[in-house]
């Protein structure tokens, strides 16, 4: 049996308020569904974050139909559980996937938390923050007693492991049960694929760069989705890559030499079929910031989307250094701060900070004062059930 898995297409997001960015996004999700027609899986499973927001805008809505209508014609179910983007964090609410239930989109939640799709369990949680740990670490193990019941078994989760989200996870590897045979993970970005207990845990990223922090990852190892083999002893997973709605350039330059570099960039713009988005870090001192940086932008402005300038200095890069080596600057913050997860926040800014992510700072405080309006208790209570789907 063979089926897909994709996660944080996050429709609706609006990268730098740009509409073009929003459109990109809709482009590689309607792209990518149908790769997924060619590749003929038996069902699709999406790992949280379908949505950029828990109330999407009508665009976004409309295309998550329309690509939903398509696999149902080919006879394709969706299984899907929720992210933190895509979750009201309000009790009683109800996430936008619920739109999609006569197009055979199948939500794995709190009181429905698994599915048989021809004898294959499909279980799993929608996103728990950390504040409910707890919950999470019960939902795991009453999935995992479910699934010992059955020969084939996958387990959706939309959360940050600590091996790979060091500053923001919500589970250690230890602590996810070891049975299923395949761990279908959303909510980090990058392609991730190891062996984990009886089979693989993996995350197959997000379909198009959210953040310019995915570049790397982006280049080294593509975007899109697996396609995931369990007939055999070991499932066997194999990405398949959907090109990005436009290119990224991103170069590292020297600051005294940036002017230099104008028509190089220039030259290398001309080539693409898209503006693209154009990302220049400058380091090194002995120039004139302001004075280069209002050149650049007259110069590439026009020519590229966005145009985001950053700067690197050598004598700070040297003084951060020293002193991350000689301050514990953690513990600092959570003496000061006497408060473990207002601590845990002050932490993960700076850190975003540091690295020049505001995009990632954002996110955090969100998540952070979203949870606090819930009320930041723990669920009361869960149901157990699960439904039979004939995946028609």
């Known amino acids: 049996m063979r089926f897909v898995h994709l996660a ?7 990268q730098y308020g740009l509409y073009e960015r929003e459109a990109d996004f809709y482009q590689v999700f309607e792209e990518a569904v149908a790769q997924i027609i060619r590749e003929r899986p038996d069902f699709v499973v999406h790992s949280g974050d379908l949505f950029d927001f828990p109330k999407p805008q009508p665009r976004a809505l409309w ?3 329309r690509c939903f209508a398509r696999l149902r014609e080919k006879g394709i179910p969706v299984y899907a559980i929720t992210g933190n983007h895509d979750t009201l964090m309000r009790r009683g609410s109800l996430p936008p996937q619920v739109l999609y239930d006569e197009f055979n989109v199948k939500i794995i939640t709190e009181e429905n938390p698994f599915y048989l799709h021809k004898g294959v369990f499909v279980g799993g949680s929608p996103y728990i923050s950390k504040f409910y740990s707890t919950s999470l670490k019960e939902t795991l193990n009453i999935l995992s007693e479910k699934a010992k019941k059955h020969q084939k078994s996958i387990l959706l989760l939309h959360q940050g492991i600590e091996k790979y989200l060091p500053f923001d996870f919500e589970l250690k590897l230890e602590e996810i049960p070891a049975n299923f045979n395949y761990y279908a993970m959303g909510h980090i970005h990058s392609r991730i694929v190891r062996n984990f207990g009886n089979g693989k845990l993996a ?19 593509g975007k899109g989705f697996f396609v995931v083999d369990i007939s055999g002893d070991e499932p066997d997973v194999q990405p398949v890559t959907i090109p990005l709605a436009r290119d990224i350039i ?13 028509g ?21 001192e002995g120039y004139e910031r302001p004075a280069v940086q209002q050149r650049l932008a007259s110069e590439l402005s026009e020519l590229a989307l966005s145009l985001r300038i950053s700067y690197i200095s050598e004598k700070i890069i040297e ?10 600057i953690a513990g600092m913050i959570g003496e000061a701060l006497e408060d473990r997860e207002k601590a845990r926040l002050a932490n993960l800014l700076f850190a975003a900070l540091s690295e020049g992510n505001d995009e990632k700072a954002v996110e955090e405080a969100e998540k952070y004062f979203e949870c606090m309006k819930s009320g930041g208790k723990e669920s009361e209570g869960k149901k157990s059930g699960g439904k039979e789907s004939d995946g028609k």
């Open 63 to 65: 295309v998550a139909q």
């Open 319 to 328: 003084r951060k250094s020293s002193l991350d080596k000689a301050i514990d």
């Open 203 to 221: 995350y197959p990223g997000s379909t198009e760069l959210w953040s310019i922090s995915e570049y790397e990852d982006a280049v080294k190892n």
């Open 264 to 284: 190089d960039i220039k030259k290398r713009i001309s080539s693409l079929r898209k503006k693209p988005l154009l990302y220049l870090e400058l380091d090194g």
């Open 250 to 262: 991103r170069e590292k330059i020297r600051g005294s030499e940036a002017l230099e570099k104008i």
């Open 8 to 14: 944080d297409t996050h429709l609706g997001f609006r």
